[in-house]
């Protein structure tokens, strides 16, 4: 399994960005997708996941301003993030898991005015 990530990027506050990751296998063949976020000299944390089923779960930060979705025709789940804030400032990571974890590489996102 390969997920590649990108979308990252420098955006100002209140600006918005929209991740992607795009795997190898179809999506809706894994327990559930998502997306950690690893602040320097932290451990990675969940921002959100979706199920196969497209239950979806999301931190308390990301709550009302970050969206994951799946498109299956694409085999690519994104992460709309609005009202991006300096501390959503972090390195983004995709995640699949199906038995066992996969990851993306990570993609840079940074938000500064």
């Known amino acids: 399994v390969q997920l590649q990530a990108s979308g990252g990027g420098l955006v100002q506050p209140g600006g918005s960005l929209r991740p992607s990751c795009a795997a190898s296998g179809i999506i809706a063949s894994f327990t559930s997708m998502g997306w950690y976020r690893q602040f320097v000299g932290k451990q990675r944390e969940l921002v959100a996941s979706?199920?196969?089923?497209?239950?979806?779960n999301y931190a308390d930060s990301a709550k009302g301003r970050f969206t994951i979705s799946g498109d299956n025709a694409k085999n690519t789940v994104y992460l709309q993030m609005n009202s991006l804030k300096p501390e959503d400032t972090a390195v983004y990571y995709c995640?699949?898991?199906?038995?066992?974890?996969?990851w993306g590489q990570g993609t840079q996102v940074t938000v500064s005015s």
């Open positions: 995640n699949a898991f199906r038995i066992y974890d996969y």
């Open positions: 979706i199920t196969s089923s497209g239950r979806t």
